[in-house]
């Protein structure tokens, strides 16, 4: 229901509610009037009754006493009486009804008639003979015997009430009118300040367009509503603008964010390079993330500097260590130099808190279509070669890479599936004897066409697709129970995830409690700082040398060689990385890292392993350093053992 009706409708309910209540007033008046009328007549007909027997005594008749009212007063009585005539002109049902009310009365045309009963009564039967019965006519005392009749005119009365209420009924009915068309001018004008509200709703508002109200209102009330309106509006324009701000900004550099850049890539095409912060985990958990925060917006000034200078156009803070930028299409060696231009400005040091944090980037570069995706792409690649350097990415190539990955993944749950995990061994010989000592459990899986893959072709799938911890525990299994029965020492790999992985620590400490004699197990432990520091590990190995199991450090001095490790944790010996190997007849460097490496062991009274052993040469350049065993293609392939 609209305004318009429901006020209508108030309006008119309230004038039938009037109406009805003056009807009913009409009514209530009239009845007044002949109440009042009545009132009269029966004053009169009394006046008439007592006068009767006063006048008498001077001889004049009831006739006369009526006709001297009826000159005297406006109205005209009659006497109805059964001395005159035997019968009454009135039924004997109106006869009936008069004895019993006293009086009786109607209303024809113009006039009220009023009837009064007269019954004998004691001055009757004394003028009339007799005390008790009327000598001439034989009525007695209280007998009725006729009726007295008064007409009252009430034509003006009737005419004057009239006139009033249909005076009333016509002003209230012009009062209807009236109201009715200033209530329709009224409602009129409120609809045209509701219809420009509505359509200000429907023409802006519904659309999306929040600008102000402009129309003028004609009622002040709708001209405070508009004012709300705006208010309202303003304040949605306002968080509005912010939550678009908030949404397409990082919150910390106040840069376009990743969002941001997904919708400008649709808009323009152009090479995207991806800068990423090396060792910002380490930074926050070194500095605390106050200063790695401040280090962020650092990096964000400095890239708004840039921008201000107008060397770049647009930064993107796409991560919390990375932001993209970017740079002119199909201009591979010109962006080349610009990012080195960009990573010396970015790599200068920081001073944040009295501290000097120096930063260095890696950076990957789209190639072809697929901006983000292979800007991605590039740039963990680029985290993957843990060097300084720009990597390209094209996402067709990388599509074919996922391919490659994919099938992989297949093969290496099925191999899990149809325990297709195998094991090879390659041999350790002691150098100057050059007898097998020792085997090194390397792990393999098998197609079903009987393709034999090594690790470097599934491990990595392996650790992504969290399968690793299923092959490094069938690699055990496999290994201690064929070298259960056997005189060789055998040879494990455990890296530092195997370390945190509880179920896998279980796994082998089961294996290792049922193994026969622990003193024939080595455990290869590829070298990490991480290590010392995990006090899992700490206990696991503290377990290993309980039982005598042997703790060798692999690859060593590939990467993190700290040797004071080697000591807090009383290893048994050290694997010299193959690259130092490969090189000690050629490099210089080479030889004289193994040397210390040997006499450092030494002293510590640790074996020295080195592997990659290739040929004869090799071989006898070890022998001459002291190195106790080797391990390579010279002396055997990893095969199933015999």
Do not use: W
């Not at 912010?242 to 969002?259: A, F, V």
């Not at 193959?578 to 090189?583: A, D, I, Q, R, T």
Request: glycine residues 4%.
């Amino acid at each position: 229901m609209n305004l318009f009706s429901k006020m209508a409708k108030i309006i008119v309910l309230s004038l039938v509610v009037a109406t009805t209540a003056l009807i009913a007033l009409y009514f209530i008046i009239h009845k007044q009037l002949i109440t009042d009328q009545l009132d009269k007549a029966k004053i009169a007909t009394d006046s008439i009754i007592t006068m009767k027997y006063s006048q008498m005594i001077y001889k004049n008749s009831f006739s006369d006493i009526i006709n001297f009212y009826n000159k005297k007063t406006d109205m005209n009585f009659k006497i109805y009486t059964l001395f005159k005539s035997e019968k009454l002109p009135f039924d004997e049902e109106f006869i009936n009804k008069l004895k019993n009310k006293k009086s009786s009365y109607k209303i024809v045309s113009d006039s009220l008639i009023y009837y009064r009963p007269v019954f004998m009564d004691n001055e009757c039967l004394i003028c009339h003979g007799g005390r008790k019965v009327n000598k001439f006519t034989g009525f007695k005392k209280g007998d009725f015997i006729g009726v007295l009749e008064a007409e009252i005119p009430i034509k003006k009365e009737n005419y004057s009430y009239n006139k009033t209420f249909l005076f009333i009924f016509f002003i209230l009915g012009i009062a209807l009118v009236v109201t009715l068309y200033y209530f329709y001018d009224y409602m009129k004008s409120i609809r045209g300040d509701i219809s420009k509200i509505l359509l200000y709703f429907k023409n802006k508002i519904k659309k999306g367009i929040y600008e102000p109200l402009k129309s003028k209102m004609t009622y002040t009330e709708f001209e405070k509503l508009k004012e709300e309106i705006n208010s309202a509006v303003n304040s949605i324009v306002y968080y509005r603008d912010q939550m678009i701000k908030n949404y397409l900004l990082h919150p910390l550099s106040k840069l376009p964010n990743r969002m941001k850049l997904t919708e400008d890539i649709k808009k323009e095409k152009f090479n995207l390079a991806i800068l990423n912060l090396n060792g910002f985990r380490e930074i926050n958990d070194y500095f605390g993330q106050k200063i790695a925060d401040e280090l962020i917006i650092e990096i964000g000034n400095r890239f708004k500097g840039l921008m201000n200078k107008n060397i770049i156009k647009n930064v993107y803070h796409i991560n919390i260590d990375e932001f993209a930028i970017p740079l002119p299409y199909k201009e591979k060696e010109k962006n080349m130099n610009f990012l080195s231009y960009i990573l010396e400005n970015l790599e200068k040091p920081y001073e944040i808190d009295d501290n000097e944090i120096v930063l260095t980037f890696r950076c990957g570069m789209n190639e072809g279509e697929n901006i983000l995706a292979s800007a991605d792409i590039a740039v963990e690649f680029a985290k993957r070669k843990k060097e300084k350097c720009v990597c390209f990415c094209d996402i067709k190539n990388s599509i074919k890479e996922f391919e490659k990955n994919l099938k992989m993944l297949n093969i290496l749950v099925k191999a899990i599936k149809n325990d297709k995990i195998i094991v090879y061994y390659q041999p350790i010989i002691e150098n100057k004897t050059k007898k097998v000592v020792k085997y090194e459990a390397l792990v393999r899986i098998k197609d079903d066409e009987g393709n034999i893959y090594s690790p470097a072709s599934f491990l990595d799938i392996a650790k992504k697709a969290n399968l690793y911890p299923e092959i490094k525990k069938k690699v055990f299994e496999k290994a201690l129970t064929e070298f259960k029965n056997r005189k060789e020492m055998i040879s494990l790999n455990l890296g530092f995830e195997d370390f945190e992985n509880e179920k896998i620590i279980k796994f082998l400490k089961e294996k290792i409690d049922s193994f026969p004699d622990p003193q024939r197990i080595t455990i290869e432990l590829l070298e990490s700082e991480n290590v010392a520091e995990s006090k899992r590990a700490v206990e696991f190995m503290n377990y290993l040398k309980e039982k005598g199991v042997k703790i060798f450090v692999d690859d060593f001095g590939s990467g993190y060689s700290n040797f004071s490790y080697l000591f807090t944790f009383k290893v048994g010996g050290i694997k010299i990385d193959g690259s130092l190997v490969k090189n000690i007849l050629t490099d210089k460097k080479s030889q004289m890292i193994v040397e210390t490496m040997v006499m450092f062991a030494k002293k510590g009274k640790m074996r020295v392993v080195a592997e990659f052993v290739e040929n004869e040469e090799v071989y006898k350049k070890l022998l001459s350093l002291g190195v106790d065993c080797s391990q390579g293609y010279y002396f055997g392939k990893p095969q199933k053992i015999i």
